[in-house]
């Protein structure tokens, strides 16, 4: 290849000169460089009308900025969403610490009890995948323990593998099964760990399953498991996943340990404004209406999902959100994909092969996802008949 002189690199512009002389890729750390990102809906992209793929709540709630003072740097934790949050969890302030979503607390996490190249994160596939993509960012080693046929961890693998772990996340309702971790085997597993490792139980989906608050109230457990780490959020029950709000809830041990490490601002003054509203008795009160009305829907799409011959399983949910096993998912995704119903492929997640994860709408959303997938059955059912005569 010739050499170009300082003329031909002028022509090309900045950008040309950079890409021909250097490649920036070789000044990214290698684990970087190597790291597949954790695909978002929005990232995975489509073109619809009905969104079913990100666990949203289907229409926007209505609030109105109270908060003026934009010219002004923020609280790094906003004083009336922590009480707000404290008194709906039953919890101290000090036991709480507000982030950007719940993602930005299993990010902290690593970066407080972590050592890069000697500590590991121990996790139960299939599950939610940014727990692997943070720890791949610190690069920290993953230790994978897949979950028992049951989908619930199997404490004796785990128990085998804790070796150099400091930290193990554990999603319940798991996404994405949908299924709760049994508390008994939580209790195992803090027990397990006492002193050795911090279990953070990810409880991003637990509004969805208000019968079981009595006998799966975790926050309880804080006194007894000192190492014991809760992830909320608002944006599932709450219907806030736009705002980007989470919360971690421990002793306040871990609390203060955290806030060594996260960012001064973590969240933004209308961030914080509507998060206190949605933390006052009238936000609440909303928050279980809305519950109620998306496990009314759940119920009904489970029910008519399991009538149709493209079904092989429609797997029980404390979700808003639920697992589906088809006889072809990848049709099914796609026929609905070109009418504008977005899905969420979970095909290639351990042990789930021809599983799709449909988000609970409306009920109009819900009829018409049924209403796509019976005639995609009947459809199929015409070309047998037709093949076979």
């Not at 009308?49 to 010219?71: C, G, H, M, R, V």
């Not at 279990?199 to 006998?215: G, K, L, M, R, S």
Request: include cysteine.
């Amino acid at each position: 290849m010739a050499a170009l002189n300082n003329s031909d690199l002028r022509s090309q512009g900045p950008g040309s000169i950079m890409s021909t002389l250097f490649d920036i890729n070789t000044l990214a750390r290698e684990n970087v460089r190597q790291l597949v990102p954790y695909m978002s809906a929005r990232r995975l992209g489509g073109n619809g009308n009905i969104w079913l793929n990100a666990n949203e709540y289907p229409t926007a709630p209505d609030f109105q900025l109270s908060e003026k003072t934009l010219n002004r740097y923020p609280e790094c934790q906003p004083a009336s969403v922590i009480q707000r949050y404290a008194h709906y969890a039953g919890l101290q302030p000090e036991q709480i610490l507000v982030s950007r979503g719940a993602d930005e607390s299993i990010e902290l996490l690593i970066r407080v009890f972590c050592e890069p190249g000697r500590d590991a994160v121990l996790f139960c596939p299939p599950t939610y995948g940014m727990y692997s993509v943070s720890a791949e960012t610190f690069g920290v080693e993953q230790k994978k323990i897949p979950v028992s046929a049951n989908w619930q961890p199997d404490i004796a693998a785990i128990k085998n593998n804790l070796d150099r772990v400091k930290l193990i996340y554990i999603c319940s309702p798991n996404n994405p099964t949908g299924n709760l971790v049994e508390p008994a085997a939580l209790r195992q597993l803090l027990e397990l760990t006492r002193n050795r490792a911090i279990v953070a139980i990810d409880e991003a989906y637990i509004e969805f399953c208000p019968q079981h608050a009595a006998t799966y109230a975790t926050t309880r457990w804080l006194q007894d498991y000192p190492h014991l780490v809760i992830l909320r959020t608002l944006s599932k029950a709450f219907a806030l996943a736009g705002l980007r709000c989470g919360f971690t809830l421990a002793s306040a041990d871990i609390i203060t340990l955290m806030l060594k490490v996260i960012a001064p601002y973590p969240l933004a003054t209308p961030v914080a404004d509507i998060a206190a509203q949605a933390l006052t008795e009238t936000g609440i009160q909303t928050m279980r209406n809305r519950v109620e009305e998306i496990v009314s829907n759940r119920t009904y799409l489970q029910q008519e999902l399991s009538k149709s011959v493209l079904v092989e399983n429609v797997f029980p949910s404390e979700t808003n959100y639920i697992l589906v096993k088809f006889t072809d998912a990848e049709r099914v995704f796609k026929t609905l994909w070109d009418q504008g119903i977005i899905l969420r492929d979970q095909r290639k997640q351990p042990g789930l092969e021809h599983c799709l994860r449909i988000t609970i709408g409306s009920r109009s959303e819900c009829e018409q996802v049924v209403s796509a997938i019976n005639l995609l059955s009947r459809q199929t059912q015409h070309i047998k008949e037709t093949e076979n005569p």
